[in-house]
């Protein structure tokens, strides 16, 4: 465990259909808070004017670079141990080494059963998502892995065991 005069700051990537929404719900884990990168970039989004509409329109890679301009920021500014959820991580994040990375992917049985209930929850809504096709998700999860080979950044099978190596300095 980690002094209480120590920071932490942790970004965690993980590909949609992976649990963050879920595990962000705790709020807290082990006196690390937890943010939900959607939910972080809607509020940044307003405050920043910026029509989401119009932003789902973008490229992936656009989006992803907005993301990670406004997750890396946001954690660079926090004074307590903070911990973002979210999607992969920025082109070179030994450029921020005050912020610990790392990948979460969890068992393939597990993604399925997420993918299965956005899709199950999409379709009550008559709504579409990419990331409601498991070959969407299958190829992020392979973009993840490509991204951890390329970046020496460790792979994990879920949220608890990603966040107990940094805490426990593993």
Known sequence: MFKADEMRRIYVMAAPCSGKSTFATNG??????????NV????????????LIEFSRK???EREKVYNESNIAYLEEQVDPV???GVIGPKNPRAYPDISFVIVQPP??????YCLKRKWNLLKKQQKS???KWSNIMEYRQKLASYSQANGIPIY??????????????
Not at 108 to 113: C, I, L, N, P
Not at 157 to 170: Q, T, V, Y
Request: proline share 2%.
């Open 108 to 113: 393939t049985s597990r993604a399925m059963t």
């Open 157 to 170: 099978p879920s949220f608890e065991k990603a966040l107990d190596s940094i805490l426990e300095g593993r």
């Open 28 to 37: 807290i884990y082990k006196g690390v808070r937890l943010v939900d990168f």
């Open 83 to 85: 911990c973002m959820l």
């Open 59 to 61: 490229s992936l890679e």
């Open 130 to 132: 990419i990331w409601s």
């Open 40 to 51: 972080h970039f809607e509020q940044w989004a307003r405050d920043s004017n910026i029509d």
